[in-house]
Each structure stands twice: as structure tokens, then as C-alpha cells.
């Protein structure tokens, strides 16, 4: 059974630009989340997706947004970006939206120059 | 909202002897408790959880311990090798019917470097 996969692994990014990351859950799984991680802040939650809606948000700003499609699949997007938005961005996939359970990809780590 | 405290940051032990990171954790609605283990490039595995209606769990070398009336948790991981060498980190939230899919609230993790 495949993993959570997450695409690109690794992008370097000019201050101003946007990007857009993607992540495809395990298969069966219908609930996607995305943490920050940083050295200085550990890993934070940004947002969880279950069935195309947003159910959590966590307290990043508007820059930071997400979708998730029909097939489960999600992507995040940052928008003008800053220097401190260099990190590892990691999605998770839940079987549902209660249970807990959260399996990680490897990230796609974004550096911002 | 809650707050999960992990000690200590870094942990050395000899191969073969045990290991054990510790968690508090500030919410005490809180009812999941998962350890995760990353390893350098990768994303963090989870290796073992426990829920607020059991006090200990065990698979093979690692077992979790957890105290609701403390509200701290451990991870205990007995004769240690090599491959335990990783960063490990506790989370804490609520999952269940009642409180949809709480985040997960993680300590800020353990370095663990086993010494051959």
C-alpha cells in the first residue's frame, strides 16, 4: 500500500513569489492535514481537510491557504512569500476525520531566498 | 489550547540500555497520545499511541505509559540499537465523535543518538 506521497520535495523560492505544494493521501484515506516544520517552532498545524472542506485551521495568515479534491488529494498554496516561510511542509492523511491517527509523507521542503 | 512539553531535547545512551522521553500535557480533555520517529530527511513515523482509557501499551521494544491524573505520558524504549537513533516527538489531542478531528499538538521532540 503506498504512502503518502507529496510532491515537489524540494523547491527554492524567491521572496514575493507563490507556491503551490501537492499531496496524494493513502489510498482509503479521506482526511488530509499540513504541518510546518521549522527548527525554531517544531512542527505546527496549519489546516485539515475532510470530504473538500476545511474542518481546522491553525493560526498561520491568509497567505497560507489549502484545497483538498474529490479524490482526496490536496494542495496547499503560499502566497507572497517570506523568508521565514522556509521549511518542511509535511501533509498527513487520517481515515477519517475523528479517529486520530495521522500517517506523514516526507515533505516537500521549500526554501525561501 | 493545549500545550505539550517534551523532555529532554537531546537523550545519548549506550546500545542495549533503555530510553525514556517524557511528555505533560496541558488539556485535560485530551484522550490521544501518539509518539512519532523521525529519521534525518524524512517524515515523522508514527511507531506508537495510546488513549486516555488505557494507562500502557507495548509493541516488542517500545512501550507508552500514561498518568491522566499528571497528564504526562512517556516513552520507554528498551535494549537500544543503532537504528533507534532519530528524533522523536510526542503529540497530544482529541479525537473521537465528540470533537471532530482535533489537531495534533506536538512536543518540540527528543534527540536520541545511540552510542555504539
Known amino acids: 500500500k503506498a504512502g503518502v506521497t507529496q510532491t515537489p520535495r524540494y523547491l527554492i523560492k524567491t521572496r514575493g513569489q507563490q507556491v503551490t505544494l501537492s499531496c496524494s493521501p493513502i489510498s482509503g484515506h479521506r482526511s488530509v492535514s499540513w504541518y510546518q516544520q521549522t527548527p525554531g517552532q517544531g512542527l505546527q498545524f496549519l489546516f485539515e481537510y475532510f470530504s473538500e472542506t476545511q474542518r481546522n485551521k491553525g493560526n498561520f495568515p491568509g497567505r497560507f491557504s489549502g484545497r483538498q479534491f474529490s479524490n482526496s488529494r490536496s494542495e496547499m498554496n503560499v502566497s507572497t512569500l517570506e523568508l521565514g516561510d522556509s521549511a518542511l511542509y509535511l501533509c498527513?492523511?487520517?481515515?477519517?476525520?475523528?479517529?486520530?491517527?495521522?500517517?506523514f509523507g516526507e515533505g516537500s521542503r521549500l526554501t525561501v531566498l | 489550547g493545549e500545550n505539550v512539553e517534551q523532555h529532554p531535547s537531546t537523550l545519548s545512551v549506550q546500545e542495549g540500555d533503555s530510553a525514556v522521553i517524557k511528555c505533560t500535557y496541558s488539556?485535560?480533555?485530551?484522550?490521544?497520545f501518539p509518539w512519532y520517529k523521525q529519521e534525518l530527511g524524512k517524515g515523522p513515523q508514527l511507531i506508537i499511541d495510546i488513549r486516555s482509557n488505557v494507562g500502557e501499551k507495548k509493541d516488542q521494544r517500545i512501550a507508552v505509559t500514561l498518568n491522566k491524573t499528571a497528564k504526562h505520558f512517556s516513552l520507554h524504549i528498551t535494549e537500544t540499537q543503532p537504528e533507534d537513533s532519530a528524533v522523536y516527538f510526542c503529540?497530544?489531542?482529541?479525537?473521537?465523535?465528540?470533537?471532530?478531528?482535533?489537531?495534533?499538538?506536538f512536543g518540540t521532540g527528543t534527540r536520541l543518538t545511540i552510542i555504539p
Open positions: 488539556d485535560s480533555a485530551s484522550n490521544y
Open positions: 503529540a497530544a489531542s482529541k479525537s473521537g465523535s465528540n470533537f471532530g478531528n482535533e489537531k495534533l499538538t
Open positions: 498527513a492523511s487520517s481515515r477519517s476525520s475523528n479517529t486520530g491517527e495521522l500517517f
